[in-house]
């Protein structure tokens, strides 16, 4: 069984910085593409960043995120990152850390090509 346990949410000023890890365990990480997802209250869950498996060669980021959010891996620690920079108010949502279903693929932007999610870390942008 897969889990995930993120980290590094919290409370950030607009312009400021905050970086979130996601480890994962129960399946062979390096094996595997992986992707940051967001919710704001009230919205459905949306792509932010992906990262193709092993060498993570291969990144995909939603629009308005592109240049200013970095997805990237560390297969020896089971871990993926989002480095979160000049963050902006309609930032704040739920971020979700997520395993693409199959092995050996690129990057996705469909929610329905991960079968597995961290349990959500809170990221708040104060203006």
């Known amino acids: 069984q897969v889990q995930m346990v993120e980290s590094g949410g919290g409370l950030a000023q607009a312009g400021g910085s905050l970086r979130l890890s996601c480890v994962v365990s129960?399946?062979?990480?390096?094996?595997?593409?992986m992707g940051w997802f967001r919710q704001a209250p009230g919205k459905e869950r949306e792509f932010v960043a992906s990262i193709s498996w092993r060498g993570g060669s291969v990144t995909a980021y939603e629009a308005s995120v592109e240049g200013r959010f970095t997805i990237s891996r560390d297969n020896a620690k089971n871990t993926v990152y989002l480095e979160m920079n000049k963050l902006k108010p309609e930032d704040t949502a739920v971020y979700y850390c997520?395993?693409?279903?199959?092995?050996?693929?690129?990057?996705?932007?469909?929610?329905?090509?991960?079968?597995?999610w961290g349990q959500g870390t809170q990221v708040t942008v104060s203006s």
């Open positions: 997520a395993v693409r279903s199959t092995r050996w693929t690129t990057t996705s932007r469909s929610i329905s090509d991960y079968d597995a």
């Open positions: 129960g399946r062979t990480f390096s094996m595997y593409a």
